[in-house]
């Protein structure tokens, strides 16, 4: 059996970077993207958002336009630099060290990056720190019970460059049982998506009608609560609770 190289995550998407795009503009990455957006639009609006691991903006830059403000965050330089060429506000950085100051953001959110971090506990712990009492935290995970593992199971794996494949970079499948112990004190799950439920292969959305029928379903299915968490992408919405205030008085109670 061959030996499975796996790369450190910066040089992984660094390498990834010259290619991410080229079949992200429509189809399957298409409908995830767009999938995902709505999720992150319907707590963004008017807030300041933070997406850690942004990679090449193509989110982000739909999410600015509703935000009060929004920056992104991302370990890979190469990634980076195509989303300062879409005029978007970076930095780079890792999720598990994120350079922004507790309780700044009303939404941070994270997609397709947090199966491929090790410290996951340590990730949820900054996205958490970062989100100010009361604004939510969108964390998205892959999962084991979906069709999409089956296939990423059977299948070879993908090409990222002339000499790498995505087996080449840490991917770890939660339930989410396991995410939920992953959030750090404070963070309560408030919702769960599923994305990606009936697709069996990305392929099926290469031809228009078939794409548009299987587009209506999947955003269908991706709030059910029988088939949400079937869903090869298990996007989850935590709040992070206020603070209890020790220090106020029992309301009714005698000061003497």
């Given at each position: 059996?061959?030996?499975?190289?796996?790369?450190?995550?910066?040089?992984?998407?660094?390498?990834?970077?010259?290619?991410?795009?080229?079949?992200?503009?429509?189809?399957?990455?298409?409908?995830?993207?767009?999938?995902?957006?709505?999720?992150?639009?319907?707590?963004?609006?008017?807030?300041?958002?933070?997406?850690?691991?942004?990679?090449?903006?193509?989110?982000?830059?739909?999410?600015?336009?509703?935000?009060?403000?929004?920056?992104?965050?991302?370990?890979?330089?190469?990634?980076?630099?195509?989303?300062?060429?879409?005029?978007?506000?970076?930095?780079?950085?890792?999720?598990?060290?994120?350079?922004?100051?507790?309780?700044?953001?009303?939404?941070?959110?994270?997609?397709?990056?947090?199966?491929?971090?090790?410290?996951?506990?340590?990730?949820?712990?900054?996205?958490?720190?970062?989100?100010?009492?009361?604004?939510?935290?969108?964390?998205?995970?892959?999962?084991?019970?979906?069709?999409?593992?089956?296939?990423?199971?059977?299948?070879?794996?993908?090409?990222?460059?002339?000499?790498?494949?995505?087996?080449?970079?840490?991917?770890?499948?939660?339930?989410?049982?396991?995410?939920?112990?992953?959030?750090?004190?404070g963070l309560e799950i408030v919702d769960v998506r599923g994305l990606r439920v009936l697709t069996?292969?990305?392929?099926?959305?290469?031809?228009?009608?078939?794409?548009?029928?299987?587009?209506?379903?999947?955003?269908?299915?991706?709030?059910?609560?029988?088939?949400?968490?079937?869903?090869?992408?298990?996007?989850?919405?935590?709040r992070k609770c206020p603070p209890v205030d020790?220090?106020?008085?029992?309301?009714?109670?005698?000061?003497?």
């Open positions: 059996m061959k030996h499975r190289v796996i790369k450190p995550n910066r040089d992984y998407y660094d390498e990834f970077a010259a290619t991410y795009e080229r079949e992200r503009h429509a189809g399957y990455h298409r409908l995830i993207d767009r999938l995902e957006t709505e999720i992150a639009l319907s707590y963004a609006r008017g807030g300041r958002v933070l997406e850690a691991g942004c990679g090449t903006g193509l989110i982000l830059k739909e999410i600015r336009p509703a935000a009060e403000s929004a920056v992104g965050l991302d370990l890979s330089a190469a990634m980076l630099s195509s989303a300062r060429g879409r005029g978007l506000p970076v930095v780079q950085a890792s999720v598990t060290h994120i350079p922004f100051p507790s309780n700044h953001f009303d939404l941070a959110l994270c997609f397709k990056v947090l199966a491929h971090v090790e410290a996951i506990a340590e990730a949820m712990a900054e996205l958490g720190r970062v989100v100010r009492p009361g604004g939510h935290v969108i964390a998205e995970f892959y999962n084991p019970w979906s069709l999409r593992y089956l296939i990423k199971r059977w299948k070879r794996p993908s090409a990222i460059s002339r000499g790498t494949t995505d087996a080449a970079v840490y991917t770890r499948y939660d339930q989410l049982a396991s995410i939920r112990g992953y959030l750090p004190p069996p292969f990305a392929q099926v959305h290469r031809w228009p009608l078939v794409s548009s029928a299987f587009a209506f379903f999947e955003r269908k299915a991706s709030a059910l609560p029988g088939l949400r968490r079937l869903g090869g992408f298990l996007v989850v919405v935590a020790s220090a106020r008085p029992v309301r009714g109670g005698s000061s003497r």
